[in-house]
């Protein structure tokens, strides 16, 4: 199975950066054990229970922007073995910058903190 969600140090990463982690629709859940996945609920039976909000791909893809300088859209590929995510010359197709991983949710996570990094979307 692929990974559906962000990591918690991922999700602690985007905290850091300024993004605004209290939509996501899913939640680590963590109790003395090992963290669990759990749709989003801000109740929870035991007080010493942490919740750390966890993005799923379709989160990343809607904050990641269309467009980037006005000439560079964002583009998804598939390849042998690993996907890519980027920013390429809507004309000329020149890629503007991209990242590969072998899940799709991490390649989407590294071009949304490269976007925060380099001013293209706006955080706290």
């Not at 950066?17 to 939640?27: E, N, Q, R, T």
């Amino acid at each position: 199975m692929s990974k559906q969600v962000l990591s918690i140090e991922q999700m602690q990463h985007l905290k850091e950066l300024g993004v605004d982690i209290s939509k996501a629709y899913m939640c680590w859940v963590c109790l003395n054990s090992a963290p669990y996945l759990s749709f989003y609920s801000k109740k929870y039976p035991h007080e010493d229970t942490k919740v750390i909000s966890a993005f799923t791909l379709q989160d990343i893809l809607d904050l990641l922007p269309a467009t980037v300088d006005d000439d560079y859209r964002l583009y998804i590929d598939k390849g042998l073995v690993l996907w890519t995510v980027g920013y390429v010359d809507a004309v000329s197709e020149e890629i503007y910058d991209d990242f590969r991983e072998r899940d799709l949710i991490d390649a989407a996570y590294e071009m949304l903190c490269w976007v925060i990094d380099n001013g293209y979307l706006k955080v706290k």
